[in-house]
């Protein structure tokens, strides 16, 4: 009798093997899933991958998101660090300017009350757009992008519309063999934005710097791009965000979702392929800075960083 059924219990231990080898364990430590080997063999698979880490179902899901959401509403965007030498200051010493022709261009700056000092400098014809963009390069330590490949922003690395307006950035080229995304800033280069770009497409970044006016350019023909996958809500309420997230994940049922905070915004990224839907939380609305002469001084020649 044991000899008849050991091909039985052999067929058991490998329908178990098989089950845990091809589905791996909830990630969520209170996880009250199927137990017996049965119902975890033929229970269907409801499950999704947070950051890399395996939920058996769409509670434990939401479960996970909640405390990840309510970790990421509690984070203060972090603050720039001041540019390692600020572009007036580098542009004179690489005798693109004179000083007085820098205290012009922050004149003109603070008269007019808006522009970045690149701007005026341009406009006032101190300098081309070629050089003060070769400046910016040289002040971030980065290439000038030479050329733009816009259809990479409606591949799998795309950037919802409202981050790339808010840090005046272009996804142009993404390199599928080596994972690398390549990001062009019209300004500032905000290694913060770039590191959760990171962590939410699983690749690396490689920023570079292109002209201000290029950038504007680019983000206006985005604008004119229909973008079904980005969903924007405006709310700071968790519970909200919550319920909000928790619809989403009910309708979509994705295979795996990553999130992460990117500046004032919450990003969420739910991915069913080849389909992938991105949530966009705007936890805050933009900041307005007011600057004195002084103030707009220190920061060409004193190291800020405001309009660079």
Known sequence: MIEVLKPIARSAEWFSRSHQNGRPNCALVSCAGPKSLWQRIFRPRMGAFLHGHYYCSSRCLEIALMQQISRLHTVLPSVPPANRIPLGLLMVARGKLTHLEVRAALEAQRRARYGSIGDWIEKLGFASEREVTAALALQWGCPVASSFDLCADNSRASIPLAILEAFRMIPFNYAESTKTLYVAFGARVDHAALYAVEKILDCRTQPC?????????????????????????????????????????????????????????????????????????????????????????????GGGYENV
């Open 209 to 301: 710097v292109a002209s201000p006016k290029r950038i504007a350019r680019q983000l206006e023909q985005l604008r004119q791009l229909p973008r079904p996958n980005d969903v924007e809500f405006f709310t700071r309420d968790l519970s909200e965000t919550v319920r909000i997230t928790s619809s989403y994940i009910a309708r979509v049922s994705p295979d795996e979702v990553r999130l992460n905070r990117i500046g004032r915004f919450v990003w969420l990224r739910l991915t069913r392929r080849p389909l992938l839907t991105n949530l966009v939380f705007f936890l805050e609305p933009p900041a307005v800075q007011s600057q004195t002469p002084a103030t707009l001084f220190a920061s060409q020649f």
